[in-house]
């Protein structure tokens, strides 16, 4: 069976996602520890987040919440 495919999100679609934050604030989640935020992968030379993490970190948060 072939794997699923993986996707993607650029840091803009990113911000989108996340109520417009800045591009600073996915910077500054990503290098703070206790958050646990996806570490981005480079693609020539562009930062991207896999959807499949992203989905993932939501869950924990509203995990957290609860």
């Keep these: 069976m072939?794997?699923?495919e993986k996707k993607y999100l650029s840091a803009t679609a990113v911000c989108a996602r996340y109520d417009n934050k800045t591009k600073?604030?996915?910077y500054r989640w990503c290098k703070d520890?206790?958050?646990?935020?996806?570490?981005?992968?480079?693609?020539r030379g562009q930062n991207y987040w896999l959807v499949s993490e992203l989905n993932a970190y939501d869950s924990s948060m509203e995990?957290?919440?609860?």
């Design 33 to 43: 520890p206790e958050l646990n935020f996806p570490k981005p992968v480079k693609i």
């Design 63 to 66: 995990g957290a919440r609860a």
């Design 24 to 26: 600073m604030t996915l």
């Design 2 to 4: 072939a794997e699923a």
